[in-house]
């Protein structure tokens, strides 16, 4: 027999619109509240001028610590948004879970590198001398990928169960 109880209520609410959408910009959410504090916590130690933008020979591109700082957060807006449409157009729970764990594993890389970048920044005294070192790239996307690995592992036990 088919029962309708609360156990119905709570399988529809754990597909909803409204809980795909806030699942998906919690990760973005969390790593821009890290990344304004990483820089408000730099802030004194920052150069006046930092490397917005990297070419083939390093730092090409400059602006203030506040108007980079503006920059960050238009990258988090963007991530978000792109990851909103693809996680609220997935037909099935079983389709949004993976676009679910990428949006987590893409927060938690981007935060990664752009405290990095900051540290880097504050450590350098002068914008034009600002490097990430290639290390801290391959540290990022492995922060990423193991977030990945987490969300992927803890799926495949939800289907279990």
């Given at each position: 027999?088919?029962?309708?109880?609360?156990?119905?209520?709570?399988?529809?609410?754990?597909?909803?619109?409204?809980?795909?959408?806030?699942?998906?910009?919690?990760?973005?959410?969390?790593?821009?509240?890290?990344?304004?504090?990483?820089?408000?916590?730099?802030?004194?130690?920052?150069?006046?001028?930092?490397?917005?933008?990297?070419?083939?020979?390093?730092?090409?591109?400059?602006?203030?610590?506040?108007?980079a700082m503006a920059g960050?957060?238009?990258?988090?807006?963007?991530?978000?948004?792109?990851?909103?449409?693809?996680?609220?157009?997935?037909?099935?729970?079983?389709?949004?879970?993976?676009?679910?764990?990428?949006?987590?594993?893409?927060?938690?890389?981007?935060?990664?590198?752009?405290?990095?970048?900051?540290?880097?920044?504050?450590?350098?005294?002068?914008?034009?001398?600002?490097?990430?070192?290639?290390?801290?790239?391959?540290?990022?996307l492995a922060a990423g990928?193991?977030?990945?690995?987490?969300?992927?592992?803890?799926?495949?036990?939800?289907?279990?169960?």
């Open positions: 027999m088919h029962s309708t109880g609360s156990t119905d209520r709570t399988d529809e609410s754990e597909t909803s619109p409204a809980r795909i959408a806030g699942l998906t910009v919690v990760p973005f959410a969390a790593g821009l509240a890290v990344t304004v504090v990483a820089y408000f916590v730099l802030r004194d130690d920052l150069p006046s001028r930092m490397p917005t933008h990297f070419g083939t020979g390093g730092a090409d591109g400059y602006s203030p610590p506040g108007q960050n957060l238009v990258l988090y807006a963007v991530e978000t948004v792109l990851f909103l449409v693809k996680s609220l157009t997935d037909e099935e729970q079983r389709s949004t879970r993976p676009t679910l764990i990428a949006a987590w594993a893409v927060s938690v890389a981007t935060t990664y590198f752009m405290w990095s970048m900051l540290m880097a920044a504050a450590d350098a005294g002068d914008g034009g001398d600002v490097s990430v070192p290639a290390y801290q790239y391959v540290v990022a990928g193991a977030v990945a690995l987490g969300g992927w592992l803890r799926s495949r036990k939800a289907d279990r169960a």
